[in-house]
């Protein structure tokens, strides 16, 4: 049968001074006051022994789902294994590796046996490994493969509290509940019950886009604050729709607490999750056909691509035109829809939507091929979609549930309403959540999904959050409307202040150029110069398509970046996104590097948000070149 269709409270919206400087949404779930994230896979187990709650990719490509009661049953032998190798309640134990189905069956045997995970990105450097085991004081580490194995073994000397290191690709599973075999199962039960929701579920390293990362100390308590409403709100991802039960492939990393808290939301809801480690286009696209989700987790980048990679088949196919005239039906469809909802509109006319049924065939479609065919929806976040992104996947039918938050937020503080979309914000508070706009614009969150505080190493303990009157700051820069929808416009520490005074936030300007097939990454520069600037570097397959259709595959990178015909492309781009600012705050001047910017280099977070300070440091030559007369 049909889901329900949620319940929504309104807002509660405060006005001072003409402005709406807060807004509160009541919680849709009952707080949780006992047990913790170890009980779930028992629950599930005991209430729907034959839910199939996750999927395995077998050898020969498919997909086998995995019982609750099965996967409980895992769950209890490894979490016994890791009690009879010596580690104790509260111990800290990382992991890491890419997104697998040990990574998710490692996290809940952690808990099951009283410990605390450390999520470590599979792509850090040894150094970035070597900070975040030394100051969580990890008696343990799971890692992936051969490769890590080699990069921790050569960093054990500078690892005291490291026991244990155990390789998945080795059997690191198999070891531990071989080692278990022989204890009671009353054990685990004993270990569970010594939590509550006000334990420490895990440490999760910040990128530290300006610093060693922090550890944020999460509680059960947070993650089932966050989980328990965001599955409430958001009905239709989470509930059965018709006949269609509800299923996701992960591919975001396991390390990120957005990809943490969907995949516990998931075993909590009991809707299938599947883990695809591989994000190469080729390797996630046969995932997808394969596994066939009805919604994803996703960050605009994956988005941009999607629309990026069909128009330039399109284009190769000799039907541009066309993608474009659908791309324009879409976005009126899905403004339509948006408008109708609330009340401005009767919803899309019979032209549009024959225009839409039209272009179905020929433009849609493919694009929900390309994410498994059965895709409704996708929960996004990380930094901005877009207005003309958003209405786009709507008006093509992918509604898309735009939110944003913070490690400290236990991943997303607010989310896109179903039924209530406005296209180009990241929506309303999540429910049991506040928000407040500070005097100087920055967003403040309060709610019981805010992190515990940040992991002292020195003391072994947890730190009291930062919070002021139960608000934490958040970095961030925003403004809520009349009806108290959030849209973000930067971060705090990189406003721009050019020499004649005018104060921008970079990030609007960058995330409407990054969306261009072209690009890969761009910055914004003008910190005390006489008017803004921007670095930008080219997408790989962007750049491959532009060269073949070009007839200009002989180019090298080098040579490429001063070819007139791409730097007028470019500068079309540069001119659409300076239409969304004032003169003052429009790019005057940019140039394109040979190379793009990367975690290996510096440049990039694990999580992809730009480490401004080393870019600005390590092209400064370049920068000075944008403002030489």
């Not at 996967?71 to 800290?92: Q, Y």
């Amino acid at each position: 049968m049909p889901a329900e269709q949620p319940t929504f409270t309104p807002p509660r919206i405060t006005v001072e001074a003409g402005r709406v400087r807060e807004v509160s949404v009541p919680p849709l779930a009952p707080r949780v006051t006992d047990g913790s994230l170890a009980d779930i896979p028992f629950t599930n187990a005991e209430e729907a022994p034959d839910a199939a709650v996750l999927s395995r990719r077998t050898a020969d490509g498919g997909w086998r789902e995995v019982p609750a009661r099965v996967f409980a049953a895992e769950v209890l032998a490894m979490a016994k294994g890791l009690i009879a190798l010596g580690l104790h309640p509260g111990d800290r134990i990382a992991i890491m590796a890419r997104t697998t189905y040990e990574w998710t069956l490692t996290d809940f045997a952690a808990w099951a046996a009283g410990l605390v995970t450390v999520p470590v990105y599979p792509t850090s450097s040894a150094s970035q490994a070597r900070h975040i085991l030394r100051d969580s004081r990890a008696r343990a580490c799971f890692v992936e493969d051969v490769e890590q194995t080699r990069l921790l073994s050569a960093e054990r000397g500078n690892l005291p509290d490291l026991e244990h290191l155990w390789q998945f690709s080795a059997g690191a599973v198999g070891h531990v509940v071989d080692a278990g075999r022989r204890l009671p199962d009353a054990l685990v039960a004993e270990r569970r019950g010594l939590l509550s929701p006000a334990s420490v579920a895990t440490l999760v390293y910040t990128s530290g886009t300006t610093g060693p990362p922090k550890g944020c100390a999460l509680t059960h308590g947070n993650f089932f604050a966050e989980v328990d409403n965001a599955i409430e709100l958001l009905h239709p991802v989470f509930r059965a729709q018709a006949a269609e039960e509800p299923s996701t492939l992960l591919f975001l990393p396991l390390s990120h607490v957005f990809g943490r808290m969907v995949a516990i939301g998931c075993l909590r809801a009991r809707v299938r999750l599947g883990h695809a480690p591989s994000v190469r286009t080729d390797d996630l696209l046969a995932d997808l056909a394969a596994f066939r989700p009805t919604f994803l987790l996703g960050i605009p980048y994956v988005l941009e691509k999607i629309y990026n990679t069909g128009r330039a088949t399109a284009e190769r196919i000799g039907r541009a035109a066309s993608f474009d005239r659908g791309a324009r039906v879409a976005q009126r469809y899905g403004e339509a829809v948006e408008a109708a909802e609330h009340g401005f509109g009767g919803g899309p006319g019979l032209g549009l939507r024959a225009a839409r049924g039209l272009y179905d065939a020929l433009v849609y479609r493919r694009i929900r091929a390309a994410l498994g065919g059965r895709c409704r929806y996708v929960v996004c976040g990380g930094s901005p979609l877009g207005h003309r992104l958003a209405a786009f996947f709507e008006g093509a039918g992918v509604t898309v549930y735009e939110g944003y938050g913070l490690t400290e937020t236990t991943a997303a503080t607010t989310a896109t309403p179903p039924l209530r979309p406005r296209l180009g914000t990241v929506g309303w508070p999540v429910p049991g959540t506040a928000l407040r706009i500070a005097d100087d614009g920055e967003v403040l969150v309060k709610g019981e999904h805010i992190f515990s505080g940040y992991w002292d190493a020195r003391s072994g303990t947890v730190r009291p959050a930062p919070v002021v009157d139960g608000w934490l700051p958040t970095g961030d820069l925003g403004a809520l409307d009349s009806e108290g929808y959030l849209s973000i416009t930067g971060r705090k520490r990189d406003l721009i202040i050019t020499s004649a005074g005018k104060n921008l936030a970079p990030g609007p300007l960058e995330d409407w150029l990054r969306a261009h097939p072209l690009v890969s990454q761009c910055v914004v520069v003008g910190d005390n110069r006489p008017y803004v600037a921007a670095l930008v570097t080219l997408e790989a397959d962007g750049l491959a398509h532009w060269q073949r259709m070009h007839k200009k595959e002989h180019l090298s990178r080098a040579e490429v970046v001063r070819d007139e015909d791409l730097l007028r492309n470019l500068q079309q781009a540069v001119d659409e996104a300076n239409s969304q600012v004032s003169r003052a705050e429009s790019i005057r001047r940019f140039l394109v590097l040979p190379t793009d910017f990367t975690e290996e280099r510096g440049h990039l977070t694990p999580s992809f948000k730009l480490r401004r300070a080393a870019i600005v440091r390590d092209f400064a030559e370049e920068i000075d070149q944008l403002y030489a007369r």
